[in-house]
């Protein structure tokens, strides 16, 4: 069993005005630009170790685009992200390789990640072997171990994914991420796909394990009662850009950004002790092929003011930690 781990705030991961364009192109066969999706445009932020990032937004917002550069499967094409203060565009065949072990997945529907023709015990050790050769002796230790951390049992081993619920797939896909010892998991809407009944359940463990291993999460969600139990730090991000980023407790009892009150407002009942300013968010997210001007979110704004249109707002730090991008602050 892994030790209890003492947290810290040693930045782990470092997103600097990262920014992730999708050229658009009319045309079979002579095929022409005609200008290009900014699906992330210029995100900051930090994983820090041992906490959780929560990232949330409606879809398109680019949250996934941003999950997906930190796994590499996407290259941003500005900025960069750096690992351990080092920026991942320099790596080398050597720190490339650390990087693959030390940032793993779990994704919202664990079917697309479990291969079904492989029993849970090759599944959970397949990338631990991979990267570290070992005797059958300290394999069967590292899995038995593995399954005991998520809450299965040793029989399960020599089961096939399919004879597994919902929920349990979804602990078998944890204890392959958890294999290598990661340094930061990004967690893609790890809960929304399962019964409500255990969402909990699978919230609970994520957090146990934080503790015991001090592993950092990227969460990615949509559900803001999700982000607001797993996170430390949440960013809201609006058609590629970040909107307001806070401590979690913070940020749900002083929301300064229209767009988060908005959100606040459609998902999470008001505390009898907090006085809130209920917001309706109306109309539907404008093309990213084509975003508003000045301030992106001004079409849907109940507050536009004059400037709005014209001017993009910057984001400013209003209180520590608290950083906000509107004209009203
Ligand atoms: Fe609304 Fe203007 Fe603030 Fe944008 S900058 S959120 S349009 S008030």
């Known amino acids: 069993m892994a030790t209890t781990f003492e947290q810290s705030t040693d930045t782990i991961i470092q997103l600097d005005n990262c920014q992730k364009y999708f050229p658009v192109t009319k045309g079979l066969i002579f095929q022409r630009s005609i200008g290009q999706v900014k699906a992330v445009d210029g995100i900051s932020l930090q994983i820090r170790e041992g906490q959780t990032y929560g990232l949330v937004g409606e879809s398109g917002c680019g949250k996934t685009t941003t999950a997906k550069m930190v796994l590499q499967v996407e290259t941003p094409t500005g900025g960069l992200i750096r690992f351990n203060g080092k920026n991942i565009a320099d790596f080398d065949a050597a720190d490339r390789k650390l990087y693959r072990s030390s940032v793993q997945a779990v994704f919202q529907d664990p079917w697309s990640s479990l291969n079904p023709r492989l029993k849970v015990g090759s599944i959970i050790l397949e990338p631990l072997l991979a990267n570290q050769p070992m005797g059958k002796h300290e394999a069967r ?183 906000v991008s509107c004209h009203l602050f």
Request: aromatic share 8%; proline share 9%.
């Open 141 to 323: 230790e590292n899995l038995e171990r593995l399954l005991r951390d998520v809450g299965l049992h040793n029989f399960h081993a020599d089961y096939y994914p399919h004879e597994f619920s919902g929920g349990q797939r979804q602990r078998i896909a944890i204890a392959r991420a958890l294999s290598l010892q990661p340094k930061v998991i990004v967690l893609d809407e790890p809960v929304s796909a399962l019964d409500v009944s255990i969402r909990a359940q699978i919230m609970n463990l994520l957090k146990e394990l934080q503790n015991q291993y001090g592993v950092s999460y990227l969460l990615i969600a949509h559900n803001l009662a999700t982000v607001r139990y797993m996170s430390h730090y949440v960013g809201v991000m609006y058609l590629g850009k970040m909107v307001e980023e806070a401590p979690t407790r913070e940020l749900f009892t002083n929301p300064m950004h229209p767009y988060t009150k908005a959100l606040i407002s459609a998902s999470l009942p008001s505390h009898p002790d907090i006085q809130r300013e209920d917001l309706v968010l109306s109309g539907e997210v404008p093309s990213p092929l084509d975003p508003p001007s000045g301030c992106s979110f001004h079409t849907r704004c109940p507050f536009v003011l004059d400037r709005c249109p014209e001017e993009e707002p910057v984001l400013r730090e209003l209180a520590p930690g608290h950083k």
